[in-house]
């Protein structure tokens, strides 16, 4: 009994070396440099550790939509663009607070993509190596409007790119 529940472990994809930890892609207004990022530093959160930068195996439509501005990775592999972004092993209780940031599942869902490690300069002995392939989760959506098929996709988000659709939050009414 002791062994199967060993063996499931191990074949849990995306968890990482240590119990209960997981590793999340982002892509969008999380990543270093872009306006939310430290939500992911905050401790108060939960805890997160920069692994490296990393780009999905499939391409991506990485579109930006709604009044806010919002980056979304349309659920539709084989559009788009490899997206670049940077992977973290987060615990379960920054987990559960990245769901709820994400309005997960009415916004965005989180669901496992594969990934790319692009560079392994990591901040700790989690350090991943470049060229290998592997599962994190990753929040993009199924619910979005025909529309956004349309719209121009991005590699590498930046709220501040010549796009000028810079993200904000707008609580006012449409
Ligand atoms: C995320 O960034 C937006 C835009 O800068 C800001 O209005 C919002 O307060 C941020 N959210 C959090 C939880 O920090
Ligand atoms: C960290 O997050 C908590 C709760 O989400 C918040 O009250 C606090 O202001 C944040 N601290 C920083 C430095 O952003």
Same mark, same amino acid.
């Given at each position: 009994?002791?062994?199967?529940?060993?063996?499931?472990?191990?074949?849990?994809?995306?968890?990482?070396? !240590?119990?209960?930890?997981? &590793?999340?892609?982002? *892509?969008?207004t999380l990543k270093k440099g872009q306006s939310n990022h430290s939500i992911? /530093? $905050?401790?108060?959160? +939960?805890? %997160?550790?920069?692994?490296?930068? !990393?780009?999905?195996?499939?391409?991506? =439509?990485?579109?930006? %939509?709604?009044?806010? $501005? &919002?980056?979304?990775?349309? $659920?539709?592999?084989?559009?788009?663009? @490899?997206?670049?972004?940077?992977? &973290?092993?987060?615990?379960?209780?920054?987990?559960?607070?990245?769901?709820?940031?994400? !309005?997960?599942?009415?916004l965005y869902q989180r669901t496992t993509v594969q990934v790319e490690?692009?560079? +392994?300069? +990591?901040? +700790?002995?989690?350090?991943?190596? =470049?060229?290998?392939?592997?599962? !994190?989760?990753? #929040?993009?959506?199924? @619910? #979005?409007?025909?529309?956004?098929?349309? /719209?121009?996709? *991005?590699? $590498? #988000?930046?709220?501040?790119?010549?796009?000028?659709?810079?993200?904000?939050?707008?609580?006012?009414?449409?």
């Open positions: 009994m002791m062994k199967v529940s060993i063996i499931l472990w191990l074949i849990i994809s995306v968890v990482c070396p !240590a119990v209960y930890m997981h &590793y999340v892609f982002i *892509y969008g992911i /530093k $905050n401790t108060t959160n +939960g805890q %997160a550790e920069f692994l490296a930068r !990393a780009r999905t195996v499939e391409r991506y =439509p990485l579109v930006i %939509a709604t009044k806010n $501005n &919002y980056p979304f990775l349309l $659920n539709v592999p084989g559009m788009g663009q @490899r997206v670049h972004g940077e992977i &973290y092993c987060v615990d379960q209780k920054m987990l559960d607070f990245l769901d709820e940031f994400e !309005a997960c599942p009415e490690v692009q560079d +392994g300069d +990591g901040e +700790g002995a989690n350090t991943l190596k =470049p060229g290998r392939f592997m599962d !994190a989760f990753v #929040y993009s959506t199924t @619910r #979005y409007e025909p529309e956004w098929l349309q /719209k121009p996709t *991005y590699e $590498n #988000y930046d709220t501040n790119g010549d796009h000028g659709l810079q993200y904000h939050e707008d609580t006012s009414p449409e």
